[in-house]
């Protein structure tokens, strides 16, 4: 077993070490400056920002401590968005006229990569969406995008399928009134029409400053779905399943309650919601008992030892975010924005959690790794670990329904 291990890292070793190849006796060279807009304050979800931070600085050590991309260490340039898309919109402006960044990574919510990607579009610099999920960035067709995370399809397809595998009738979809939410709404109820077009299905659009979503909630305790699909991010997430909770409609014997927006790895999340998140199945773009490359295992070791917590979905896609930047540089032997393009969109590089490559389709498939890895794990026990919870359905294989726990009202 301990052969097995040294192999299995000697692996890694040589796989950044290909990407690196530092020059030996080299002179110090200039930084490679790498453009990075996330979320540092509110009313942005500040933990995702901090998970991206988390990521692009744990991909940026194990860059830099095997030499950096031809000799030249990583510099990350960072920029707050708070999540607002004129922002962001500025924030990639400086990052390309001012910083004279290479290529732009980090952003982790759809209405500010959507802002900031016109920008990246009129200079023509790479973009490296980490977690923006709207198709709507894919759509618009710019060739100096690149989305190796999730996409609203992919989650659409997914819920949909778990829908049809949990043999519900009436499903009730609350989303956020954001480009992320309104936008994975569509996607789902597109999805059930192909699939399960029996199904009843409706979505309620939600202020995500607000405080109070009894309104929206209350009509649902006189006539609950079978189904609640949450799309909407914290804080107005965490008060939305505790209203849900506390009128009785979900998770409850009746409703089942689906979170598309995977909060459950957010190291907030149960201090927020308690008994509320209790029963609750997850839409996971990671758990510990997935299949994971090599590379995925040394990050994730690297960010428990950084932060003391469990790795988590946006640390896996913003590493994966650096490396494909590193590597396309180290591919184009330049960091010259029309090589840098060229080389992304022929990308075939092993990350953290499979071989991404780029499609070349139009809509939502272009310049979308289609193949991220899912899965489905619910939520047994109040303060219980993702890694203890239980999976119940693998990456690419159907939901077993019975092995999901329901509460007993």
């Given at each position: 077993?301990?052969?097995?291990?040294?192999?299995?890292?000697?692996?890694?070793?040589?796989?950044?070490?290909?990407?690196?190849?530092?020059?030996?006796?080299?002179?110090?060279?200039?930084?490679?400056?790498?453009?990075?807009?996330?979320?540092?304050?509110?009313?942005?979800?500040?933990?995702?920002?901090?998970?991206?931070?988390?990521?692009?600085?744990?991909?940026?050590?194990?860059?830099?401590?095997?030499?950096?991309?031809?000799?030249?260490?990583?510099?990350?340039?960072?920029?707050?968005?708070?999540g607002?898309?004129?922002?962001?919109?500025?924030?990639?402006?400086?990052?390309?006229?001012?910083?004279?960044?290479?290529?732009?990574t980090?952003?982790?919510?759809?209405s500010?990569?959507?802002?900031?990607?016109?920008?990246?579009?009129?200079?023509?610099?790479?973009?490296?969406?980490?977690?923006?999920?709207?198709?709507?960035?894919?759509?618009?067709?710019?060739?100096?995008?690149?989305?190796?995370?999730?996409?609203?399809?992919?989650?659409?397809?997914?819920?949909?399928?778990?829908?049809?595998?949990?043999?519900?009738?009436?499903?009730?979809?609350?989303?956020?009134?954001?480009?992320?939410?309104?936008?994975?709404?569509k996607?789902?109820?597109?999805?059930?029409?192909k699939?399960?077009?029996?199904?009843?299905?409706?979505?309620?659009?939600?202020?995500?400053?607000?405080?109070d979503?009894?309104?929206?909630?209350?009509?649902?305790?006189?006539?609950?779905?079978?189904?609640?699909?949450?799309?909407?991010?914290?804080?107005?997430?965490?008060?939305?399943?505790?209203?849900?909770?506390?009128?009785?409609?979900?998770?409850?014997?009746?409703?089942?309650?689906?979170?598309?927006?995977?909060?459950?790895?957010?190291?907030?999340?149960?201090?927020?919601?308690?008994?509320?998140?209790?029963?609750?199945?997850?839409?996971?773009?990671?758990?510990?008992?997935?299949?994971?490359?090599a590379?995925?295992?040394?990050?994730?070791?690297a960010?428990?030892?950084?932060?003391?917590?469990?790795?988590?979905?946006?640390?896996?896609?913003?590493?994966?975010?650096?490396?494909l930047?590193?590597?396309?540089?180290?591919?184009?032997?330049?960091?010259?924005?029309?090589?840098?393009?060229?080389?992304?969109?022929?990308?075939?590089?092993?990350?953290?959690?499979?071989?991404?490559?780029?499609?070349?389709?139009?809509?939502?498939?272009?310049?979308?790794?289609?193949?991220?890895?899912?899965?489905?794990?619910?939520?047994?026990?109040?303060?219980?670990?993702?890694?203890d919870?239980?999976?119940?359905?693998?990456?690419?294989?159907?939901?077993?329904?019975?092995?999901?726990?329901?509460?007993?009202?």
């Amino acid at each position: 077993m301990a052969g097995l291990l040294r192999r299995d890292m000697l692996g890694v070793a040589l796989t950044v070490a290909a990407i690196m190849l530092p020059v030996a006796g080299a002179q110090a060279a200039d930084p490679i400056k790498v453009g990075v807009t996330i979320t540092q304050s509110p009313p942005g979800s500040v933990v995702q920002g901090t998970q991206v931070k988390d990521g692009l600085e744990v991909a940026a050590k194990i860059i830099n401590d095997a030499g950096g991309v031809d000799g030249r260490k990583i510099e990350l340039v960072i920029e707050d968005t708070q999540g607002l898309p004129e922002k962001a919109r500025a924030a990639v402006e400086k990052l390309a006229t001012r910083d004279k960044v290479v290529a732009i990574t980090g952003e982790h919510q759809s209405s500010a990569a959507l802002a900031g990607i016109e920008v990246a579009h009129r200079y023509k610099i790479p973009y490296i969406n980490t977690n923006g999920w709207s198709d709507v960035i894919r759509e618009k067709g710019y060739p100096e995008v690149f989305n190796p995370g999730n996409y609203n399809s992919r989650v659409g397809a997914a819920a949909a399928a778990t829908m049809k595998e949990l043999g519900v009738k009436r499903v009730v979809s609350i989303a956020e009134n954001t480009d992320y939410g309104i936008g994975l709404a569509k996607a789902i109820g597109e999805a059930l029409k192909k699939i399960a077009p029996d199904v009843q299905y409706k979505y309620e659009t939600l202020d995500r400053a607000s405080k109070d979503f009894l309104p929206a909630i209350l009509p649902m305790r006189a006539n609950a779905p079978d189904a609640i699909i949450n799309l909407m991010l914290p804080p107005a997430a965490y008060i939305m399943m505790n209203q849900l909770y506390e009128q009785g409609v979900a998770p409850s014997a009746k409703t089942w309650l689906y979170d598309g927006s995977g909060l459950a790895d957010y190291p907030d999340f149960w201090q927020n919601v308690k008994e509320a998140g209790k029963g609750m199945l997850v839409f996971g773009l990671y758990h510990p008992k997935m299949a994971q490359p090599a590379l995925g295992k040394q990050v994730g070791e690297a960010y428990t030892a950084k932060t003391k917590n469990e790795p988590n979905r946006l640390l896996f896609q913003a590493a994966d975010s650096l490396f494909l930047i590193a590597d396309a540089i180290k591919r184009a032997k330049s960091t010259d924005s029309g090589a840098l393009i060229k080389a992304l969109g022929e990308t075939k590089y092993t990350g953290t959690r499979g071989e991404i490559t780029f499609s070349k389709d139009k809509g939502y498939a272009f310049n979308q790794w289609l193949d991220v890895p899912y899965v489905t794990f619910q939520l047994t026990e109040v303060n219980q670990k993702v890694g203890d919870s239980a999976l119940v359905s693998q990456a690419g294989q159907p939901l077993d329904p019975a092995k999901l726990w329901k509460p007993a009202k």
